[in-house]
């Protein structure tokens, strides 16, 4: 018999029944596990034998064993149509960079090395955008992301450009996003619910005093309650919010003060649908953070939540980490889907700027290394270059090939992997076990309860 490759033990939340449990990304078997059941799984990864049929039989139903390794490899090319499948059902996220101007002087910017670039869209270039769009995706409606820069800056000019996009947006039948600093919200309102609004990303970085500190504006004035002003009214309006965190070692226990204060406002028993979170890292992707000192990483982020959160049960209700599928199997019982491409670039994500320059993915916009090629004033692509980015996924990374937590980590952000190692075709790893433990821990009780 063959123990699968993808088979990880790892240990539970600390209790007397189940201290490990056992999980496969292939299969998408899940299950907890008993001391002496933990024995005889170690006898199996050995290559020993083992004389239990009935425990044999069941790892083999589900997905643990197989009767030789070309059996897993089989069942690893057979399930990759079926990710093929939903990832074309995903519908696909157009970014629309307006500008590369901002309002903002944060003490991070993940734009840092193209914030020169002030220049506003034309209306020439929203056209061919809009005309490129039909040509692109003729049979699936992406929605479009306002991008940036900040794209709602409310200098009379931005505005007259962004409403000039929303309209066309709103006669193309496309819904529409914003990721926005939130400081000139209020200005925008009107203009932006001319068309299906997903949704908005606004940025508080804590409580007001924490906040601005860190995202300023460029004369150095705190942003808190202009923010906050935009931000009640979007709820009023009933906008969906996607609040974004972004922390390091300076503000992360602040996290609590923040959730006390929208937990207060009564915002965090909306439905989902109108108000998510997320907790974002600070780190570096090109050039990034005035302060690497402070930055985590990714296990220490997670970590420090963990531990913050079981004292403080109010972040509990702020956000439920996902810790790579941990969530998602307390939610409904099952694992993801095998991840073969967790990079979104030229597939579910594509960006065109104000240049009229196209790139692959948010992290890689205004790079001209990872320029792939121009829609205004003339369509041109590099498609040897895309074809590589689509083709990326853990079948073609060659050092992905023999990784236990390949189908988990699905190869990681392919503008990190080229920008570290120079080419498209290789791995950005993650801690993948390490968070695994880190989510097993956190939501250990909801897992023992579904374990009996």
């Excluded at 992301?145 to 929303?166: C, H, M, W």
Aim: with cysteine; aromatic share 10%; glycine share 8%.
């Amino acid at each position: 018999m063959y123990f699968s490759r993808y088979n990880l033990i790892l240990p539970m939340k600390e209790n007397p029944e189940f201290p490990y449990a056992i999980m496969n990304s292939l299969s998408g078997g899940f299950d907890l596990v008993k001391a002496q059941e933990f024995e005889k799984l170690q006898t199996l990864k050995r290559g020993d034998n083992l004389e239990d049929e009935e425990f044999l039989s069941y790892l083999s139903e589900r997905g643990y064993l197989y009767p030789d390794e070309q059996t897993e490899k089989k069942r690893m090319e057979a399930r990759w149509p079926e990710f093929k499948e939903a990832l074309g059902e995903t519908a696909p996220q157009v970014l629309l960079a307006l500008t590369y101007a901002c309002n903002l002087a944060c003490i991070y910017c993940y734009q840092n090395g193209i914030k020169q670039k002030t220049q506003l869209m034309k209306r020439e270039v929203v056209d061919a955008f809009f005309d490129h769009l039909v040509v692109q995706f003729p049979n699936q409606k992406p929605f479009i992301t306002l991008f940036g820069g900040e794209p709602l800056n409310a200098s009379p000019r931005q505005k007259e450009i962004v409403d000039y996009i929303v309209k066309k947006a709103a006669q193309g039948g496309y819904a529409i996003t914003a990721v926005t600093n939130g400081y000139d919200l209020m200005a925008y309102f009107d203009i932006l619910q001319q068309a299906t609004l997903k949704e908005l990303q606004i940025t508080l970085d804590g409580p007001r005093e924490i906040h601005d500190q860190r995202r300023l504006t460029a004369g150095g004035q705190g942003t808190y309650d202009k923010i906050m002003l935009g931000l009640t009214e979007a709820v009023r309006r009933g906008i969906p919010i996607n609040l974004r965190v972004v922390l390091d070692k300076t503000n992360f226990e602040e996290l609590v003060t923040l959730a006390n204060d929208l937990d207060s406002r009564s915002w965090l028993d909306l439905p989902r649908n109108l108000f998510k979170t997320q907790i974002g890292r600070n780190y570096e992707l090109f050039e990034c953070s005035a302060t690497p000192a402070h930055l985590l990483g990714h296990a220490e982020h997670w970590a420090m939540f963990v531990k913050l959160a079981e004292k403080h049960p109010v972040l509990k209700k702020f956000h439920r980490p996902e810790f790579k599928g941990i969530n998602n199997l307390v939610q409904t019982g099952e694992l993801y889907l095998p991840s073969y491409d967790t990079c979104p670039a030229c597939k579910t994500e594509w960006v065109f700027d104000l240049y009229g320059d196209i790139y692959g993915c948010t992290a890689t916009t205004g790079q001209n290394e990872f320029k792939l090629g121009t829609y205004f004033p003339e369509f041109k692509l590099n498609n040897r270059e895309v074809k590589q980015w689509q083709e990326r996924s853990v079948l073609t990374i060659p050092e992905c090939q023999d990784c236990e937590v390949s189908l988990i980590c699905g190869g990681g952000c392919g503008a990190v992997a080229k920008d570290r190692l120079g080419k498209i075709l290789a791995p950005d790893c993650h801690p993948i076990k390490e968070l695994l433990t880190i989510g097993l821990n956190y939501y250990g009780d909801d897992l023992l309860k579904m374990g009996h």
